[in-house]
């Protein structure tokens, strides 16, 4: 960004070279990863149970009144807590201790959470398009903390030491330097009282809300790292074990395995995938999440490019030192090898990134479903496709247009990425 304040300008472009084929590909897989999430969510099956709650439903002087007992009697909060169980942390066992609680405990006040704000959310929009008499505004929970931790106990059926501990991870922090709402919804006055608006629960990703706001405080960053190395762990062995049968034998998959490069120098990829062609295929598996703002695209285009970095370091050594695979591999002939190497999202990353000819950067979805259709298994083959991705409709020509906008006496001018010169 730049400022110039005799004109009083304030320009935002690119420093960075931007691969726009693979921007727009994300861009494509982030919006087909959304459809699939979509389909798995509970809106129709919790309909049938939300009935017993809606009956409860009483209109009073401050708003609605709701009696919340039922939605524990209603069978919503078992359904609910079978999808957390496959969406929340998957790759952990339920008795992971978090931050004074375990990953059940998170679950089920996660899974409370969705269900109240589902049926209150519901019930707003229902009310809406009657038209009834009976005003419904956007509904905000609101209580002290104290009230906020008993509520969600006796809603979720979780120990009220467990629940007070998710509770405030989940309190807005200001004083955080990057602070957001989307990880602590919770937020508090200096009064005491605790706010919680229902419908922005539906709009977040809500393992992650809980991820990130433990990430936040130093109590809760040793237990994130603990997390995300067990899950990072389960995740790579289990992408290994799915990319086995499409590369078989003379191929050979293995992961987490450490290549000596030296007697003091050492390097162990996720995974690598050889065969007598020959050549290997490096593959490193990162578990970003999509970014939810500017702070989170800044954050990712800096990971990105320590990705680049340390990837160019393993295709480098396997093309340079060939004879360092022969420690794991034993089918590998004598001579050069092509090496290749994939940076491996497990979820669609839309950042504007570019790579050269040897490393590329693909998600996990759009991979999966490459392989399924049975494509060559061959690391050259696997390659030209993410880097060409024809399975993605990408216009010819992108350009950056720059655009902008007036504020008062300041003009703001920025870039977009656009298939029009106009």
């Known amino acids: 960004m730049s400022l110039d304040e005799r004109a009083k300008t304030i320009t935002f472009s690119p420093s960075h070279a931007v691969d726009a084929r693979f921007f727009v590909t994300q861009v494509e897989a982030k919006k087909a990863d959304d459809e699939r999430s979509a389909r798995t969510l509970l809106e129709e099956r919790l309909a049938g149970l939300s009935s017993a709650w809606y009956d409860s439903v009483r209109p009073a002087r401050s708003g609605l009144i709701f009696d919340d007992s039922s939605i524990l009697d209603s069978g919503a909060l078992e359904v609910a807590l079978e999808w957390m169980a496959e969406v929340c942390l998957p790759e952990l066992p339920s008795a992971t201790h978090l931050v004074s609680c375990n990953l059940a405990d998170v679950r089920r006040v996660l899974a409370g959470l969705y269900v109240y704000s589902l049926f209150v959310t519901r019930l707003e929009d229902a009310a809406d398009d009657m038209g009834t008499t009976v005003r419904v505004g956007p509904h905000v929970a609101i209580r002290s903390m104290v009230q906020m931790t008993d509520w969600l106990a006796e809603l979720c059926g979780a120990s009220r030491e467990s629940v007070q501990a998710i509770v405030s991870a989940l309190t807005f922090r200001p004083e955080h330097p990057h602070v957001t709402i989307a990880h602590q919804p919770l937020v508090s006055t200096t ?24 990430n936040s405080t130093e109590a809760g960053r040793a237990a994130y790292d603990r997390a995300i190395v067990a899950i990072e762990d389960a995740g790579v062995a289990a992408i290994a074990s799915e990319l ?22 050492t390097m162990t990829p996720d995974i690598v995938v050889a065969s007598p062609e020959p050549e290997v295929l490096t593959i490193d598996v990162k578990y970003a999440r999509p970014p939810l703002g500017p702070l989170d695209i800044r954050h990712d285009l800096k990971e990105m490019a320590k990705w680049k970095t340390k990837m160019v370091e393993y295709v480098t050594a396997f093309s340079q030192h060939p004879e360092i695979l022969r420690q794991h591999f034993g089918r590998l002939p004598k001579g050069d090898v092509r090496s290749f190497g994939l940076i491996l999202l497990r979820w669609p990353l839309p950042i504007p990134a570019a790579f050269g000819e040897t490393v590329t950067a693909v998600d996990w979805p759009s991979l999966k479903q490459f392989l399924l259709g049975k494509g060559a298994p061959s690391a050259q083959s696997l ?5 060409t991705r024809p399975d993605v409709t990408v216009p010819g020509a992108l350009t950056e247009i720059q655009r902008e906008v007036a ?8 870039f977009v990425l656009s298939s029009s010169s106009s």
Do not use: C, H
């Open 191 to 214: 009064r005491g009282q605790m706010f919680l608006l229902p419908r922005m629960i539906l709009f977040m990703d809500l393992p992650r809300m809980y991820v990130s706001a433990i």
């Open 383 to 387: 390659m030209n496709w993410a880097r």
């Open 244 to 265: 086995r049968p499409v590369f078989p034998p003379p191929f050979e998959v293995i992961e987490k395995t450490t290549f000596a490069l030296s007697a003091t120098k």
């Open 407 to 414: 504020v008062g006496e300041w003009t703001y001018r920025y």
